[in-house]
């Protein structure tokens, strides 16, 4: 291929994975505060599904109201910078590096530029850039949503979903900081999740958790099937429910500015913040390996389309890999 020139995931228009077109494209054009980064590894996740519909349409506000701003699919990175402008101070040709941009990076290829002031950080030695990346998109999420309430030592949770991206990566950091972790998965996934550091599992393919024994100060619903409602009997009387979805009629975004003005049991939204400071959080938590995050399938670019269908179907387990960008 010409060294200008690299291959990329595109399209032109919203829609499910039939839209994209693996083309070859030019080399992005460096400015003088970003880097170029040839991507090692990328995820595929639920964001990226997000984008590439327009879908929940409130998102379009930034990802273009018609039709796609960036060209290019991709939220999230781990590569080598091989190129660096010249006012580039915080990061040297020849590092090892990753990020995450919930709007879109671009990454589904073989190039990418980012600004160093950008959602980008070193990976720590010895970690791997598949398991950096999958250490972005999800986990950014679970630290948001946990980043909402206060943690103690011994407290009893529940995480709905917990093979899920963003459950396995709740499930750790619970652990991590010391609560009593209780999950929902298939049963065939049941040793996965004790595998996270769950305490107990609840297959609820065939119980109800809304019915089973157990209470919980918190209930994170990381997949979004349940409700505040149904959840209520199994929260302690001060206790919180969290889901990453915003529920029927987006009842969740009501519930979360009523219930804490009443007292008692109440919802929280964990609407989406600084992923600068997650992308930190992780890694401390890689470099002190408290952090594994769960790994699915891993897809090479050509065959980015699949790895769309595959997410896009609700049933991966973890993280979904691209490594392949030749
Ligand atoms: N609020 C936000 O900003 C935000 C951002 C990103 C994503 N999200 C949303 O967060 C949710 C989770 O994303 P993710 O990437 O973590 O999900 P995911 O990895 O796609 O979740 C897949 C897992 O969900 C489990 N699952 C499927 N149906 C279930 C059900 N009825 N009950 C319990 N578990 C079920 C499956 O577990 P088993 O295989 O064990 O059955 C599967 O492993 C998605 O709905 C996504 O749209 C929200």
């Known amino acids: 291929m010409n060294r200008y020139k690299m291959k990329a995931s595109t399209r032109t228009i919203y829609g499910d994975a039939k839209v994209l077109d693996i083309r070859e494209v030019g080399r992005p054009n460096l400015k003088e505060d970003e880097v ?11 964001t990226d599904v997000a984008l590439l519909r327009g879908y929940p349409l409130i998102m379009r506000f930034f990802s273009g109201l018609r039709k796609p701003r960036l060209s290019i699919t ?30 879109g990076l671009q990454s589904h290829a073989t190039y990418m530029r980012i600004p160093e002031k950008g959602n980008i950080e070193s990976i720590p030695d010895g970690v791997e850039f598949s398991i950096a990346v999958a250490s972005a998109e999800a986990a950014h999420y679970a630290i948001n949503i946990l980043n909402k309430i206060t943690l103690e030592k011994g407290q009893q949770a529940m995480v709905h979903g917990a ?13 991590a900081n010391g609560l009593e972790v209780s999950a ?64 029927p009629g987006a009842q969740n975004l009501f519930f979360a500015l009523s219930t804490p003005v009443l007292g008692g049991k109440k919802v929280i939204f964990p609407f989406p913040s ?48 691209i490594a392949d960008f030749s």
């Open 36 to 46: 170029l980064v040839r991507i090692h590894a990328a995820t595929v996740n639920r």
């Open 74 to 103: 991709g939220t999230d990175f781990a590569g080598e910078i091989i190129e660096a402008g010249k006012h580039v101070t915080r990061f040297s040709v020849g590092e090892r590096v990753w990020g995450f941009h919930d709007q």
């Open 163 to 175: 093979t899920g991206a963003i459950g396995s990566a709740c499930v750790q950091l619970l652990r």
């Open 184 to 247: 929902t998965c298939r049963g065939e996934h049941a040793q996965i999740v004790h595998g996270l550091g769950a305490d107990h599992t609840i297959d609820y393919t065939q119980e109800d958790f809304t019915r089973a024994p157990g209470s919980y100060d918190l209930v994170i619903d990381s997949v979004g099937k349940s409700t505040f409602n149904a959840c209520k009997r199994i929260l302690h009387k001060d206790g919180t429910y969290i889901s990453s979805e915003l529920g």
């Open 274 to 321: 600084n992923i600068k400071s997650s992308l930190s959080k992780m890694n401390a938590l890689l470099t002190k390996g408290i952090f594994n995050p769960l790994i699915d399938r891993t897809y090479p670019l050509s065959e980015i389309s699949s790895a769309f269908t595959y997410v896009a179907s609700g049933q991966k387990i973890g993280n979904v890999l």
